[in-house]
C-alpha cells in the first residue's frame, strides 16, 4: 500500500489523485479533463496498474495558446499491494474523473474496461 502512495505522489503535478480503501476494495480517483472512455485505458498485470490516458482539447480558432500546462497525455505505472486482484476490477469516468474500484483479493493479469458514468 505505501508503494501505491508513493507512486501516486510521483505523478505529473497535473493529475490529482486519491486513494480510498474499504474493508473489501480499493479506490483509485484521478482526475483527467478532457479524457473519456474511449480514451483512456487500464490494465491490472503482473501486479502493477497501467493506467494510459490522452485527453481531448478543442480550441476555439480565434485563440491560440499562451501556456499549456496540462499534459495530453498519460502513461502510467502503479505497483499494488499484492492483495489486489484485477478480476473484479471496474472503471469508470465521468466527465473527465476516473474512478478505478480494485477488489482486495489474490491478483492476476486482466483488462479493465473504462465505461462512461
Do not use: C, W
Not at 503535478?13 to 473489501?24: I, Y
Amino acid at each position: 500500500m505505501n508503494a501505491l502512495r508513493d507512486a501516486l505522489r510521483d505523478l505529473p503535478e497535473t493529475v490529482f489523485a486519491d486513494l480510498l480503501e474499504s474493508d473489501d476494495a480499493y479506490l483509485l480517483v484521478l482526475d483527467l479533463p478532457g479524457a473519456t472512455a474511449e480514451t483512456v485505458d487500464v490494465a491490472v498485470e503482473e501486479g502493477r496498474l497501467r493506467i494510459e490516458a490522452r485527453r481531448e482539447k478543442s480550441l476555439p480558432t480565434e485563440f491560440r495558446y499562451l501556456t499549456e500546462e496540462r499534459s495530453l497525455f498519460l502513461d502510467a505505472e502503479l505497483p499494488l499491494p499484492p492483495h489486489v486482484s484485477g478480476d473484479q476490477a471496474e472503471a469508470t469516468i465521468d466527465r473527465g474523473v476516473l474512478e478505478i474500484q480494485l477488489p482486495k483479493a489474490g491478483a492476476t493479469g486482466t483488462s479493465v474496461p473504462v465505461e462512461d458514468a
